[in-house]
Nanobody, 129 residues
Framework: QLQLVESGGGLVQPGGSLRLSCAASEVTLDSNAIGWFRQAPGKEREGVSCITKEGDVTNYADSVKGRFTISRDYAKNTIHLQMNSLKPEDTAVYHC??????????????????????WGQGTQVTVSS
């Protein structure tokens, strides 16, 4: 099964930026759509962003649209999540995982449905003044 390791989290002030990375361990990411999820204390896990295996279509939660950007570097076998204009409500543990990709009414799209049952440790993002 695809093994992913997240990094790049930390403590930042509101309005600051962080760049998260999701790297594969001994497995190429080319065959999978990848998504970022987050879970804050007392809240359900929610999808943040995802990108198709081809890297041509992205999806964002309304709460982060315009502030976050997901991208993939095939040469480095890495997925990135650039987070700008961070808000306190962005505070959460962030995880990456392979997600579902399919052709639907909106064309080819990735969805916030993980294909893995193992979320790993994730990386903590804390936004506070």
């Amino acid at each position: 099964q695809l093994q992913l390791v997240e990094s790049g989290g930390g403590l930042v002030q509101p309005g600051g930026s962080l760049r998260l990375s999701c790297a594969a361990s001994e497995v190429t990411l080319d065959s999978n759509a990848i998504g970022w999820f987050r879970q804050a204390p007392g809240k359900e896990r929610e999808g943040v962003s995802c990108i198709t295996k081809e890297g041509d279509v992205t999806n964002y939660a309304d709460s982060v649209k315009g502030r976050f950007t997901i991208s993939r570097d095939y040469a480095k076998n890495t997925i990135h999540l650039q987070m700008n204009s961070l808000k306190p409500e962005d505070t959460a543990v962030y995880h990456c995982a392979a997600v579902v990709q399919s052709w639907g009414r909106s064309g080819t799209q990735c969805y916030f449905v993980s294909k893995s049952l193992d979320w790993g440790q994730g990386t903590q993002v804390t936004v506070s003044s």
